[in-house]
């Protein structure tokens, strides 16, 4: 069966749409079901910013990164984060040219188009740190001098869930800064007898040169996207929606602190980006419905006594989104 995202009969296919299910056909040629995060990759990507990957081992986050730079046509490094790591390990720094008895410029692995920082909540915040000016500011500083990152960047960041013990949470400040966080679950009973069938018959998740990956869009193509994304039309009645869910959160009895203005930002650029995947050049409230858990749910603070009572962030916003009116 083929895989899609997000079609509706309604809706004349788009330019955006036709490339999102292309990307979405190639990814499925290696990543067995996960359509909710991929949907969910593909609207960061269109609307321009970083994703937070959280599933536990084992559940193809590698896999979706390294075959996502492959479809794109990006550049593609990765990041192994640990406990010892120094900034420089990211970033770079100056090396003395015995030679030309110069110093020169050796860039770390920050500079690239698809940057893959796995499990980077095991390194301390002085590292972390180094990652959030790449983020933010798409260039980084080594010895006083700024060194801007290729036009095209996007970070990819994995956590598990499960393992404390070693680990240094990341802060508010660079939970922040990723306009998502998409969890990644165990995959259906199909699904997972899909995987085993795949490897039966020779798969390889380490060798994708083999796995007859195509490259369908090039790195150039997509300003145009992006632009057409930013030509979704809104009405006003769809911007007072996503303020009122958004101030809702700050004013949940169960979080100490809930999303900000830049939360507000990244629900309507996620709900345009989903409604240009869907064939449409307007957004409805069934996109930012969708939209809200992955954009809000690390941007919220829980109180003390919700953790212990086992509120989730998810139901939170579900219970948000149950209680807001919806615009005509």
């Not at 959280?54 to 550049?75: C, F, H, N, Y």
């Not at 050049?281 to 919220?300: G, Q, S, T």
């Amino acid at each position: 069966m083929e895989e899609t995202l997000g079609l509706h009969e309604e809706a004349a296919p788009n330019e955006v749409q036709d490339c999102c299910n292309r990307i979405a056909r190639e990814l499925g040629k290696v990543v067995v079901g996960q359509l909710p995060v991929i949907e969910g990759v593909l609207a960061s990507l269109l609307a321009g910013g970083h994703i937070l990957l959280e599933g536990v081992p084992g559940t193809a986050k590698t896999l979706i990164v390294k075959a996502l730079a492959m479809v794109i046509g990006g550049e593609f490094k990765r990041i192994q984060f640990t406990p010892d790591m120094m900034p420089s390990d990211i970033t770079g720094t100056q090396v003395f040219d015995i030679q030309s008895q110069t110093f020169r410029m050796r860039k770390g692995p920050v500079f690239t188009n698809v940057l893959l920082a796995d499990e980077v909540n095991r390194t301390p915040p002085k590292t972390q740190a180094a990652l959030l000016e790449a983020m933010e500011e798409r260039h980084v500083t080594i010895d006083g001098e700024k060194n801007l990152l290729p036009a095209f960047f996007i970070v990819l960041a994995t956590q598990n869930p499960v393992e404390y013990e070693g680990t240094y949470p990341l802060p508010e400040a660079q939970l922040d800064r990723f306009l998502v966080k998409l969890t990644i679950d165990y995959p259906q009973p199909e699904e997972e007898q899909e995987v085993l069938r795949k490897y039966h018959e020779g798969f390889d998740a380490h060798d994708l040169e083999h796995a007859n990956l195509q490259k369908v869009i090039g790195l150039e193509e997509l300003p145009s996207l992006r632009q057409s994304v930013r030509k979704v039309v809104v009405e006003e009645a769809m911007f007072r929606y996503i303020y009122s869910i958004v101030a809702k959160t700050r004013e949940s009895l169960d979080t100490h602190l809930g999303g900000s203005p830049r939360a507000s930002i990244g629900l309507l650029l996620i709900a345009k980006a989903l409604a240009a995947m869907r064939g449409r050049n307007f957004i409805i409230p069934e996109d930012v419905k969708d939209a809200a858990p992955p954009v809000l749910r690390h941007r919220m603070i829980l109180r003390p006594e919700a953790e212990i009572e086992g509120i989730t962030a998810d139901q939170i916003i579900k219970g948000i989104l149950d209680s807001t009116e919806v615009p005509r």
